[in-house]
């Protein structure tokens, strides 16, 4: 199984300034590593596929990159909306495995 | 647009069972992967269980195998989730999820949960 790693667990920013979070995987899984957002009480939001790919309706300063077993989520100026938690999740192998999560939260 | 109403949770005794049900709308269904993903105090986010478009696939997380098993309706755009053997660690929100494809094991769309509680 592939295990999933993220940094920081907390992230704490002002609005307006730039976040970047990171997952490591403990083995290759190539590009299909995605990027989920979460806010209470509600049900996870695809952000980024295949590391870089935006899901439809996301806002341009949600970016990814990475490969193998380095990935980044950016997100490029923080508005108040994005602060909730962010997991990553790779697709390479069964099972399907999620990291357990960075919460940015407003400093 | 798309939309995935689950039910069926509650709270239920060790060992017991319980049949979780989604049904969907706002896409076509019999076309799409479904999956159920549950998130637990224990392990965080966990697909349990993903099922093929057509229903001759599935795959299931290690601790739910031999226990739950997934199925699908494609005539009543309807998803399952037989839960049994169930035990304290199985509690948590367990959500349907539309595959991103046929059988692409990433989810794109998301119910809002329904609750499971495992507990004597």
């Known amino acids: 199984e592939i295990v999933l790693t993220q940094s920081p667990v907390i992230l704490s920013l002002s609005p307006g300034e730039r976040a970047t979070l990171s997952c490591r995987a403990s083995q290759s899984v190539s590009n299909f590593l995605a990027w989920y957002q979460q806010k209470p009480g509600q049900a996870p939001r695809l952000l980024i596929h295949d590391t870089s790919n935006r899901a439809t309706g996301v806002p341009a300063r949600f970016s990814g990159s990475g490969s193998g077993t380095e990935f980044t989520l950016t997100i490029s100026s923080l508005e108040p909306e994005d602060f909730a938690v962010y997991y990553c999740?790779?697709?390479?192998?069964?099972?399907?495995?999620f990291g357990p999560g960075t919460t940015v939260d407003i400093k | 647009q798309v939309q995935l109403v689950e039910s069926g949770g509650g709270v239920v005794q060790p060992g017991g069972s319980l049949r979780l049900s989604c049904v969907a709308s706002g896409f076509s269904f019999r076309t799409y992967g479904m999956h159920w993903v549950r998130q637990t105090p224990g392990k965080g986010l966990e697909c349990v269980a993903v099922i093929r478009d057509d229903g001759k696939n599935e795959y299931y997380a290690d601790s739910v195998k031999g226990r739950f098993a997934v199925s699908r309706d494609n005539s009543n755009n309807m998803l399952f989730l037989q839960m049994n053997s169930l035990r304290a660690e199985d509690t948590g929100v367990y959500f349907c999820?539309?595959?991103?494809?046929?059988?692409?094991?990433?989810?794109?769309?998301w119910g809002q949960g329904t609750l499971v509680t495992v507990s004597s």
């Open positions: 999820a539309k595959d991103t494809g046929m059988f692409q094991w990433l989810a794109d769309s």
């Open positions: 999740h790779q697709r390479s192998n069964w099972p399907v495995s």
